[in-house]
């Protein structure tokens, strides 16, 4: 595909792209402040337009991220189930997950974000049992990585956070119990209320979007794509403008078309992997009503806090024709799944 086709540099590739000339130039992104959330790729791509390299560069590295995320997955699952067959069984699936891997071959920060997501719960994981500070150190960087890959990344970052202080008051350690905790309910505060780094766009909610820049209203409204102030603003809107009601009943059909009706995977139908990841999902459920292993718990809280956060993520949002934005969410699908299917051997072995 790369080599056929190359790399698609349309659609949201030429805001990337328009940001990392700007960069090159020393001048101010485009959409201010909120660029700074795509820095980690923008960089990437500027520095390839500095060099004069190519952009095939980039697909090429995302394809090989996307191997060694495949890889992680693969070693996290062997560690936290010590089963082999499902192990392999999910890192095929991964290679084969076209809604994430079709992303590897478009300048998005997609694909990039989606690997660094499973490359970030794989070494956490890992420094849980050993603490070693070379894992802390590599963690700390890969969070960066996230964090400033796409502005979902605050997602993994809560998740980590929440997990962490289960971890604390599971080990009885109460003052880095409560030191967390502060630490934790203050960068909410501020993550989730700056104008500077709130991702919820008012004019979205306002004009009741389940697709981006598609509104569900009659009523012509202005739209600012990167009009971003904070929750209090979207709050207002919600109770104002809105009503709570309307509010609820938009966001669980952009929960639906999110997790369920997509269509790229309906253009998959001939292709087993598609209806087998969605399958997978009965095996998350069946997942929920049994005690954990003591090395699966943790992972499994993680992939839960993250699903749960994006859930609540898209009611404040909108999604795009392609559903682009539902590659970061598989990772943490699988992890449940695999931890369902393994319960699920046992129980009819």
């Known amino acids: 595909m790369l080599f056929t086709f190359g790399i698609r540099?349309?659609?949201e590739a030429e805001k990337i792209i328009e940001n990392a000339n700007r960069l090159i130039n020393g001048r101010e992104?485009?959409?201010?402040?909120?660029?700074?959330?795509?820095f980690a790729y923008t960089f990437l791509v500027a520095l390839c337009i500095k060099l004069s390299v190519n952009l095939v560069f980039v697909a090429t590295l995302q394809i090989a991220f996307s191997f060694l995320a495949a890889v992680c997955l693969y070693k996290l699952l062997l560690d936290i189930l010590h089963n082999n067959r499902i192990a392999f069984l999910f890192f095929i699936a991964y290679l084969l997950c076209y809604p994430v891997q079709k992303w590897n071959f478009f300048l998005y920060t997609e694909s990039m974000h989606?690997?660094?997501?499973?490359?970030?719960?794989?070494l956490f994981n890992k420094w849980l049992n050993d603490k070693k500070v070379i894992r802390l150190a590599a963690l700390g960087f890969v969070l960066l990585l996230i964090l400033f890959s796409r502005p979902v990344g605050v997602i993994f970052l809560l998740s980590l956070f929440i997990v962490l202080l289960f971890w604390l008051y599971q080990n009885n350690r109460k003052?880095?119990?409560?030191?967390?905790?502060?630490?934790?309910?203050a960068s909410v505060i501020v993550i989730l209320n700056s104008p500077l780094t709130a991702y919820v766009n008012p004019d979205s909610i306002r004009r009741m979007e389940i697709i981006c820049q598609v509104p569900e209203t009659n009523e012509p409204m202005v739209y600012r794509e990167y009009n971003r102030q904070g929750l209090n603003e979207a709050f207002r809107v919600i109770k104002e403008e809105v009503g709570l009601g309307n509010f609820f009943r938009n966001g669980f059909k952009k929960l639906g078309y999110f997790f369920w009706d997509v269509p790229e995977l309906l253009q998959l139908?001939?292709?087993?992997?598609?209806?087998?990841l969605y399958c997978f999902l009965s095996f998350c459920i069946d997942r929920f009503f049994f005690k954990a292993n003591k090395s699966y718990y943790y992972v499994r809280l993680f992939?839960?806090?993250?699903?749960?956060f994006t859930s609540v993520g898209i009611f404040f949002t909108c999604d795009e024709w392609s559903n682009r934005f539902i590659g970061p969410a598989f990772p943490f699908i699988m992890i449940l799944a695999a931890?369902?299917?393994m319960h699920v051997q046992k129980r009819f072995s």
């Not at 139908?269 to 087998?276: F, G, H, K, R, S």
Request: aromatic letters at 24%; zero cysteines; a negative charge.
């Open 9 to 11: 540099t349309d659609g």
């Open 29 to 38: 992104f485009f959409n201010g402040i909120f660029g700074y959330f795509y």
């Open 114 to 122: 989606t690997s660094f997501l499973v490359i970030g719960i794989y």
């Open 175 to 185: 003052i880095h119990f409560y030191v967390l905790t502060g630490i934790s309910l």
């Open 269 to 276: 139908a001939a292709q087993p992997v598609a209806d087998l």
């Open 303 to 308: 992939a839960l806090f993250y699903l749960s």
């Open 339 to 341: 931890g369902g299917l």
